[in-house]
């Protein structure tokens, strides 16, 4: 159902009906799958209903509502009085009756105000439907959104603080303690480390904490999830346990273990709800419930069933929850420590279990991180055989810290610093290993083929001894090591991906890569090269490209270029920081097709703030079709190419300069370049109006066929026979949650509006 680019209709549901409900072999199956299918759609559909319509975008409406989530803040330059700036971003629940979606995520930008969770605020809102980057590959922000439940987004405007609201308790509990970590530690990285371990507040963390983790595969025991709560639980298990058979009364009437079976499951439950109770930590509460009513019970002889009974509640509470990463990473280690250790004829000892297990789980979960993560730390097996017991020591040492600390300020103050301090040891232990050690994140993405076939061969290597087949598991393995790439059509390939405002583009010839600019990053977390650009690069099969050329220095271009070394390792630089410069005349050719660089010239200066823009490097490429990579050039530049190279600058594809900006696209250019194929890098609904209204009729009057990155997703381009084909990402493989392609989007409707002119006039 989720892979699908629309909800079945009721005529398939009619449709499939009879044979569920006649008697046959295949009607249980075929019954369950109908059952499940019905009430995903239900849910999908209830979602949809409830979001906010992009017709009304921009629209403004005082909400009175509560903050439902902890703020996370991002710290601004001070305002001219010298105040503190920040950018808050929340999740914040309307009250009833509001006729909005029922939860909306909301940006307050460069505000002195300190939103709290829990607290009531009546907001003047700019609302929004859910719209995001979309490519293959790349993070789809709107399915995060679709899976949180979020059915707006929207930015601040006015702001009115209301009387506290009186539910949320938990919420505020929560809030409490991140106010008492602050005003004891302050900013620094322990007291970060510290909430993220306690309530699951990880935004205070940074972009170099986050790849410290992920370097060193820890992640999963920083971000609290099923890991987290059976670590709780277990140590709550074994000292209740042993507090409980102090007292034969106690155990005269319910047994240690039941006793402390029972309470692991609360204090599990008291810890979930500490740590906000977002979805991943839902579920493996959940599944930790089911797991414990089944030892309780006395059913635990059969574990897989349990397992399966916890999925299927999982996923009748929210359909939705089978989108998200976590689920299957919790839900696999759990079954491969129950396939590694359950009915095994001869126990291990401890030690040499536990190593079994981490090598085993890294093996079963390699296949599946590489897929949702495009990579793998190979470091990770050895790190965490270190990493887990020392979390599994500090994560309930760490609450009963909490604890302590919450309820005394002088309790706080004596021992929250030495435990920054202490977390702050370990934090810098893993930056240390991320730093030096080598080669420590090998980026690739096999097709789906190569990792099932992986899976498999996890398994046959782990599986009890006498098994003949085991050997064959290495062979199965072997296809991770060597991805097939994707074969280029037509001999030259153009994607122009749709990283919001912003430029990346992907060439690519039948053996040779190419990356001109690297898509936009920002101090909010969101970075381009990261999230969307190498993504997309492994998908096709690539370990890394052969050149990064890079336009100008602005963010929007740039940003993504430290992400894209670290990534994808470009062989060769143009126009970046330490790499070649770019200048007019330089030639080469991969495969038969021809690239030139048409511009600066070598004489180029930078006697004023426009001068930046006008010295983007601007890429002239012949093969099958031509193509012209403008950058940002504006007018001064495009009379320049107009004089020096006349005829170079005919093109097939023309990537409008400039994302579309009114200084640029000057009626001589766009009749010189004559593009069959007119492509504007511009965000949706951008800030900027780009592209302007002027030159989308400029375009449209020399009978270009123009498409916009923002609306249309990833736009590939190649020759097919005697076609020129121009597919986009949304039109082609969006899912139902997707933002549908429009007819007459509003940036073509505004050009389309305005008088024709001749071409060139």
């Known amino acids: 159902m989720h892979?699908?680019?629309?909800?079945?209709?009721?005529?398939?549901?009619?449709?499939?009906?009879?044979?569920?409900?006649?008697?046959?072999?295949?009607?249980a199956l075929l019954l369950a799958a109908l059952l499940g299918a019905l009430l995903t759609g239900w849910h999908a559909q209830r979602q949809l209903d409830a979001r906010w319509l992009d017709a009304r975008y921009n629209e403004e409406r005082w909400v009175r509502g509560t903050i439902a989530s902890l703020p996370e803040r991002a710290d601004e330059p001070a305002g001219e009085d010298g105040a503190p700036r920040r950018t808050w971003r929340f999740t914040f629940v309307p009250e009833p009756g509001a006729d909005l979606p029922s939860r909306i995520r909301v940006s307050w930008y460069r505000t002195d105000a300190a939103p709290a969770g829990g607290q009531c605020w009546r907001l003047k809102l700019r609302l929004r439907a859910p719209h995001g980057s979309l490519n293959p590959g790349g993070f789809d922000y709107e399915a995060w959104l679709f899976r949180q439940h979020l059915g707006a987004t929207a930015t601040v405007r006015e702001a009115e603080s209301c009387a506290a609201a009186g539910?949320?308790?938990?919420?505020?509990?929560?809030?409490?303690?991140?106010?008492?970590?602050?005003?004891?530690?302050?900013?620094?990285?322990?007291?970060?480390?510290?909430?993220?371990?306690t309530i699951g507040a990880t935004a205070e963390l940074g972009d170099a904490d986050w790849d410290a983790f992920r370097l060193t595969g820890t992640t999963h025991l920083i971000a609290i999830s099923g890991f987290n709560l059976a670590l709780v639980s277990g140590f709550a298990y074994f000292v209740l346990r042993w507090a409980w058979s102090l007292s034969a009364w106690l155990c005269l009437r319910l047994p240690a273990q039941r006793a402390a079976l029972f309470g692991s499951a609360g204090v599990a439950t008291v810890y979930a709800l500490l740590a906000g109770f977002e979805p991943p930590v839902a579920r493996a509460l959940f599944m930790l419930l089911v797991l414990v009513a089944a030892a309780a019970l006395y059913r635990f002889t059969q574990p897989s069933r349990a397992l399966a009974l916890a999925w299927l509640a999982i996923v009748?509470?929210?359909?939705?929850?089978?989108?998200?990463?976590?689920?299957?990473?919790s839900f696999a280690a759990v079954g491969a420590i129950f396939y590694l250790v359950v009915g095994r004829w001869r126990p291990q000892p401890a030690w040499r279990a536990a190593v079994r297990v981490q090598l085993f789980l890294s093996f079963v979960l390699a296949?599946?991180?590489?897929?949702?993560?495009?990579?793998?730390?190979?470091?990770?097996?050895?790190v965490n055989l270190l990493a887990v017991p020392l979390f599994a020591l500090l994560t309930p040492a760490l609450l009963l810290v909490a604890l302590a600390a919450s309820l005394s300020p002088a309790l706080a103050g004596a021992w929250l610093p030495p435990t920054a301090t202490l977390l702050e040891w370990v934090l810098a232990a893993l930056q240390a290993l991320a730093a030096h050690w080598p080669l420590a994140w090998l980026p690739s993405a096999p097709p789906l083929a190569a990792l099932a076939l992986a899976l498999l061969g996890s398994l046959l290597l782990f599986a009890p001894a006498g098994l003949p087949l085991r050997p064959l598991g290495v062979l199965c393995l072997l296809p991770l090591l060597w991805p097939p790439q994707q074969p280029v059509r037509g001999g030259l390939e153009l994607q122009v991906l749709d990283v919001g405002q912003g430029l990346s583009v992907l060439v690519r010839t039948a053996r040779h890569s190419l990356l001109f600019d690297a898509g936009p990053a920002y101090e909010d977390g969101f970075d381009a090269g990261a999230a969307v650009v190498a993504p997309y690069v492994l998908t096709r099969g690539l370990r890394g490209v052969d050149l990064l050329v890079l336009s100008h220095g602005d963010r929007d271009h740039a940003g993504g270029v430290p992400a894209l070394r670290r990534l994808l390792r470009p062989m060769r630089e143009i126009g970046t920081e330490g790499g070649e410069p770019c200048r007019d005349g330089e030639r080469w050719e991969w495969d038969g097709v021809r690239f030139a660089l048409l511009h600066p010239p070598a004489a180029a200066g930078a006697d004023d703030a426009r001068a930046d823009n006008d010295r983007s490097c601007v890429l002239k490429i012949d093969g099958p079709f031509s193509l012209l990579l403008p950058g940002d050039i504006e007018r001064?530049?495009?009379?320049?190419?107009?004089?020096?190279?006349?005829?170079?600058?005919?093109?097939?594809?023309?990537?409008?300069?400039?994302?579309?900006?009114?200084?640029?696209?000057?009626?001589?250019?766009?009749?010189?370049?004559?593009?069959?194929?007119?492509?504007?890098?511009?965000?949706?609904?951008?800030?900027f109006g780009h592209p302007r209204a002027e030159v989308v009729r400029r375009y449209l009057d020399c009978g270009a066929r123009l498409s916009m990155s923002g609306e249309a997703g990833a736009i590939t381009i190649f020759r097919a026979g005697d076609t020129l084909r121009v597919e986009r990402w949304r039109e082609r493989a969006a899912h139902y949650w997707n933002a549908p392609p429009v007819a007459q989007p509003y940036w073509r409707a505004a050009g389309e509006a305005l008088p024709a002119q001749p071409c060139g006039g």
Not at 316 to 329: E, F, H, M, Q, S
Not at 371 to 376: M, S
Not at 643 to 652: K, S, T
Request: aromatic share 12%.
């Open 3 to 27: 892979a699908l680019p629309s909800l079945l209709s009721p005529y398939w549901y009619a449709a499939l009906l009879p044979p569920a409900l006649w008697p046959w072999r295949g009607r």
């Open 167 to 197: 539910a949320w308790p938990v919420l505020r509990l929560r809030q409490a303690w991140s106010d008492r970590v602050d005003a004891t530690l302050g900013a620094r990285p322990g007291a970060a480390l510290l909430k993220a371990l």
């Open 316 to 329: 009748a509470a929210d359909p939705c929850a089978v989108l998200a990463p976590g689920l299957w990473l």
């Open 367 to 382: 296949p599946l991180t590489l897929f949702y993560f495009h990579g793998l730390a190979w470091a990770a097996p050895f």
């Open 636 to 687: 001064r530049a495009e009379a320049r190419l107009l004089d020096a190279h006349p005829a170079a600058l005919r093109a097939d594809v023309l990537l409008a300069p400039h994302h579309g900006s009114r200084s640029s696209s000057s009626p001589a250019f766009v009749a010189a370049v004559g593009a069959r194929e007119v492509i504007f890098a511009s965000g949706w609904h951008n800030r």
